[in-house]
T-cell receptor, first 111, second 107 residues
């Protein structure tokens, strides 16, 4: 089974901090995604990547950046954390012809 | 964008079959129908997918209408662990999630 591992399950950061959320997959999937999920708003796409060093903006990229230096690792960066970025962050990988596999999520609280 | 429509919520008794409907009237000929579910405090989990024919796997069955404008996810015997939000999605990349159907299972 494909495993998608997110480095932290719960995270508390201060406003203005630079925050790194890490996601690692153990299969050779080209496509990786970052979503955030908020009550009443569902899952929204932040950024995605179809290859190493490639990135594409999703629906809500403002305040975020990403890094994909190796195929298996896709990092989401909050340049200067703000309270409105308190959310559940979900990483996913896509084999291309089957279902996505999601990580367990990181619940980030910005205080 | 092709979209899906699902009821906001449904309720089922434990050990009864559950039929979760999904409408996708604007589906194109090459769109695969995917279903995911999300248990509380977890990421979404792939359940099943299909194109035209009905599909079965260990988790569920997928019944697809002949005109492909609707589909139904079937859980043959609901358990308390099946309580989740179920998403019906037309396969694309990236995936776009709607609000899904919140399934409650009553003991």
């Amino acid at each position: 089974d494909v495993k998608v591992t997110q480095s932290s399950r719960y995270l508390v950061k201060r406003t203005g901090e630079k925050v790194f959320l890490e996601c690692v997959q153990d299969m050779d999937h080209e496509n990786m995604f970052w979503y955030r999920q908020d009550p009443g708003l569902g899952l929204r796409l932040i950024y995605f990547s179809y290859d190493v060093k490639m990135k594409e903006k999703g629906d809500i990229p403002e305040g975020y950046s990403v890094s994909r230096e190796k195929k298996e690792r896709f990092s989401l960066i909050l340049e200067s954390a703000s309270t409105n970025q308190t959310s559940m962050y979900l990483c996913a990988t896509d084999p291309g012809d089957y279902g996505y596999t999601f990580g367990s999520g990181t619940r980030l609280t910005v205080v | 964008d092709a979209k899906t429509t699902q009821p906001n919520s449904m309720e089922s008794n434990e050990e009864e079959p559950v039929h979760l409907p999904c409408n996708h009237s604007t589906i194109s000929g090459t769109d695969y129908i995917h279903w995911y579910r999300q248990l509380p405090s977890q990421g979404p989990e792939y359940v099943i997918h299909g194109l035209t024919s009905n599909v079965n796997n260990r988790m569920a069955s997928l019944a697809i209408a002949e005109d492909r404008k609707s589909s139904t996810l079937i859980l043959h015997r609901a358990t308390l662990r099946d309580a989740a939000v179920y998403y019906c999605i037309l396969r694309d990349s990236p995936l776009v999630f709607g609000k899904g159907t919140r399934l409650s299972v009553i003991a």
